[in-house]
C-alpha cells in the first residue's frame, strides 16, 4: 500500500537536493505549478508522470513511490543494469586463448597449464598494483596508458625470470561506472597484452563510491609465464668475469612518483616546464616500455646468467647474485636521461637516493657471459640502446655485495 505521506516527503526532498524550485519542475514536465505543490501534499502523480518525475530526479519508479525508504544500490550511485551492460563491453577486450577453459558457471579463470614442448615447466607470477602514478593517470585522462604500464611492468618481472609470458588478470576499482574512465583502461590493458605475446584471460571491475573517490581508480593485475626449470634465470649460472649490461628505459616508467608528488606541490611550475623538447608532465606520464619483442629472442640462451628488471635496481641484483660473487657498477658508464637530472637538481636530490628510487634510464639488467656480450648488447641494440656498465667478481670481503663505482654523469 502507497503512503502519500513519504512519497510527498520524497519528491520534496529529491527536488531540494537538485535545487529546483516547483516552477522548474513543472516546466520541466509541462504540469502545472499547482500540481507540482499538490504531490508535495499528499497527492500522487499520475502513472504517466510519474515515469517522467522519477526520471527527473534519476531515480527508479519503485524508488519513488516507495519513499525513498528502500534501500537500493540505486542509492548508492549504481545503475545495476548500466554495469551489465559495461561488464559485456569489457569482456570484449579480453583475449582469445585455446588455454582458457570455458565454464560458463565458473566464478574463477581456468587455464589449462599443459605444455607438451617444456620439460619441468615452472609457473613464475607477478602480481602488481598500480601505484601513485595512477592518480595522475585518472587526473589526466591517461586510462590507456595506465592499461599499458601495470602490463608491461608485470610482464618485465617475468622475461626477468627466463620466462615466456603467459597470461594476465586484473582488478580495476573505480568510483562511478563510467565508460569513458574504464574503457581505455581496458584498451590498454588489451593491448600491450598483445605486444607482450600474451593474453588478457579475465578480472573483474568493481564499482565502489564509498571506497574510491568519483572520477578516481586503482588498478593492480597479476601475470604468469612459464619457464622450464632447467632454463630459469635465478642467479645460480651466473659467473665471475660475466658482463653487465644495461637497458635503456624511456622514463620513470613506473616508480618514484611519491617524490614527483612533493616537488609538484612545492613547485607547481614545473608541469609546464619543458624538458629535452617535452612538457614534464609528457616525459613522466610514459608508459613503461614493453622488452618483450626485444628480451624474446635471448630466452634460453645458455650465456644470457642473470635479468633484473630494474625497478627497486640494487635491491634486486643483490638478491640475485650467489654467495661469494659481487656486482660492481661503473656509474660513469650510465646514460641518465634528461627528466632525471632534472629531478635530481629541481629536487637537490642525493645520488644515492636517486639511485634508490629511479632507474635512471636503466630500464634490465642482463648478465651476460663475457664472450657473448657484445654480441648480446648488439642484438637488443636493435630495439633499445644497450651497454656495458658492469661486471660481476670475487667479493673478496666487500660489504655489500652491489658496488657502485664512480659518479653519474648528470647532465
Sequence with gaps: MLDNQSISRFISRKRKELGMTQAEVAEKLQVSYQAVSKWENGTVPNVEVLVELARLFHVSVDTLLSGGDRVTYEQANIDLAHLAALGEKIAAHLTADSRVVHKPAARTTLYDFRFSGIESPVLVTSPGWYGNKCRLAAQYGCGELAGHDIVNDLVSNILAAGAQ?????????????????????????????????????????????????????????????????????????????????????????????????????????????????????????????????????????????????????????????????????????????????????????????????????????????????????????QHFDCYPMGRIKARDGETDSVVYKGAVPWQ
Excluded at 571491475?205 to 634465470?233: D, N
Design 165 to 381: 609470458p603467459l597470461a594476465v588478470t586484473d582488478c580495476i576499482v573505480t568510483g562511478e561506472a563510467d565508460e569513458a574512465v574504464i574503457l581505455p583502461i581496458m584498451k590498454g590493458l588489451s593491448d600491450a597484452c598483445r605486444e607482450n605475446g600474451c593474453s588478457l584471460i579475465g578480472g573483474s571491475t568493481l564499482v565502489s563510491p564509498h571506497t574510491v573517490h568519483k572520477g578516481t581508480y586503482t588498478i593492480s593485475a597479476s601475470a604468469m609465464g612459464v619457464v622450464s626449470r632447467e632454463q630459469l634465470l635465478d642467479g645460480s649460472a651466473i659467473r665471475e668475469g660475466d658482463v653487465i649490461l644495461a637497458v635503456a628505459s624511456n622514463g620513470l616508467h613506473t616508480n618514484g612518483y611519491t617524490l614527483i608528488y612533493v616537488l609538484m606541490e612545492k613547485m607547481p611550475f614545473i608541469k609546464k616546464e619543458i624538458i629535452a623538447g617535452e612538457p614534464f608532465l609528457e616525459q613522466i606520464m610514459k608508459p613503461h616500455v614493453c622488452y618483450y619483442p626485444a628480451l624474446k629472442p635471448l630466452r634460453g640462451r645458455a650465456d644470457i646468467h642473470g635479468m633484473v628488471h630494474h625497478s627497486w635496481g640494487r635491491r634486486d641484483l643483490r638478491l640475485l647474485l650467489p654467495k661469494g660473487l659481487c656486482a660492481e657498477l661503473y656509474l660513469n658508464q650510465v646514460r641518465p636521461l634528461p627528466i632525471f637530472s632534472y629531478i635530481k637538481r629541481m629536487g637537490n636530490i642525493t645520488e644515492h637516493e636517486m639511485l634508490s628510487s629511479y632507474n635512471c634510464g636503466m630500464g634490465m639488467w642482463i648478465i651476460a657471459a663475457k664472450e657473448s656480450a657484445g654480441e648480446i648488447a648488439a642484438m637488443i641494440g
